[in-house]
């Protein structure tokens, strides 16, 4: 499958180490601080597609956020209205989960076929074993359910360590999806595609209507007439009761 991972991996004591001991408490802070708008809009247009593409309304759709980490998106999701539990290792985000109301379990707590959407962000280049956990999300997803696993690229970074280049050479962009005890498992496309498929899953080609009207349902012609009009009935010529203020 053209898979590329390290042979020395850290042990559930190590790992437990890792991410609760050496990330310290004030990423937190330091997280919220430097999250900008462009990356909260990401965020919104991957919830929006995921409400457009089963097209039900947000409450009635159960998601697992899987390696929640501080939880950006799953209170977008909770912000959307979708219902949302989520499973994290590091306790200290696990409680921080539960101040914001996700529902946080473990995953071997994870009810058959519950999900309609489960976001994976960041997570199974960490895993010491992957397709067991592929496995039991796999098997918590509904029979109409989406998955999203989105891991670093490291098809440039292993193409140059296969030509002979050292790994100290390498520019910091390119050391990310492998670095040692972190990054684990090194994927491309390709091999994350094998990957689902040994799971008997494969990737969905949404249309680029539904890509692209997820940014701002602009697409929809009720929509653009609305978002048009809106703010010219509101402040160019004001007639409503929605208005901003600020010290006269």
């Known amino acids: 499958c053209s898979l590329v991972f390290q042979q020395q991996v850290p042990d559930d004591a190590l790992l437990g180490e890792i991410y609760n001991d050496w990330v310290p408490g004030t990423e937190l802070e330091r997280e919220h601080r430097n999250y900008s708008l462009d990356e ?20 009635e759709i159960d998601a697992l956020d899987f390696g929640f980490g501080w939880a950006h998106w799953s209170k977008m999701a909770m912000g959307f209205g979708c219902n949302v539990w989520g499973v994290e290792l590091s306790e200290e985000r696990a409680r921080h989960g539960r101040s914001v109301g996700l529902r946080v379990v473990g995953l071997a707590d994870l009810p058959p076929r519950r999900f309609r959407f489960i976001n994976t962000e960041q ?3 960490h895993l010491t074993e992957p397709r067991e956990v592929l496995e039991k999300l796999r098997d918590a997803l509904s029979g109409d359910g989406v998955i999203k696993i ?6 440039a970074a292993l193409k140059k360590i296969s030509q002979g280049k050292d790994f100290g050479a390498l ?35 949404p249309s680029l209507y ?7 349902g602009l697409l929809q012609p009720r929509n653009l007439a609305r978002e048009i009009a809106r703010p010219v009935y509101r402040h160019i010529f004001p007639r409503s009761t929605f208005v901003y203020f600020v010290r006269g």
Request: no cysteine.
């Open 150 to 155: 989105s891991v670093p690229d490291a098809a």
């Open 210 to 216: 539904r890509l692209y009207n997820s940014a701002s």
């Open 40 to 59: 909260y809009r990401y965020l919104a247009e991957q919830v929006q597609f995921i409400i457009q593409y089963f097209g039900l309304p947000p409450g």
């Open 171 to 205: 520019s910091p962009g390119d050391q990310m999806p492998i670095a040692p005890l972190e990054h684990i498992n090194a994927f491309s496309h390709a091999s994350l595609v094998a990957f689902a498929k040994e799971l008997g899953l494969k990737p969905l080609r």
């Open 123 to 125: 997570v199974f280049e």
